[in-house]
């Protein structure tokens, strides 16, 4: 069974930084192109970074130079490090596999909150 765990969410005053990571179990996780989400109240998630297997990142240009995605396939995980935050930053964040590399994607995890707020 397929599980998406993320965690490291909380409160951060902007400019600050914070760290997500998200637990994969249940699938080969190192074959896979890995992306973070985030999602807005009342809105759609959004693709916010993905690496591929082999290392190669890509970020959304609203994240571009302050947030890192990185993976660890020996640990089945991967990593958000962010940077520099701004309030409009605040969202529930999600890990799951680059839903522009496959025709389907896994059932969401349960998320992790980040809010940037003085």
């Known amino acids: 069974q397929v599980q998406l765990v993320e965690s490291g969410g909380g409160l951060v005053q902007p400019g600050g930084s914070l760290g997500l990571s998200c637990a994969a179990s249940g699938f080969i996780f190192s074959i896979y192109t890995m992306a973070w989400y985030r999602q807005f109240p009342g809105k759609q998630r959004e693709l916010v970074a993905t690496i591929t297997s082999s290392g190669t990142t890509n970020y959304a240009d609203s994240v571009k130079g302050r947030f890192r995605i990185s993976r660890d396939n020996a640990k089945n995980t991967v990593y958000l490090q962010m940077s520099s935050m701004k309030p409009e930053d605040t969202a529930v964040y999600y890990c799951?596999?680059?839903?522009?590399?496959?025709?389907?994607?896994?059932?969401w995890g349960q998320g992790t909150q980040v809010t940037v707020s003085s």
């Open positions: 799951n596999l680059d839903v522009k590399s496959y025709s389907s994607i896994y059932s």
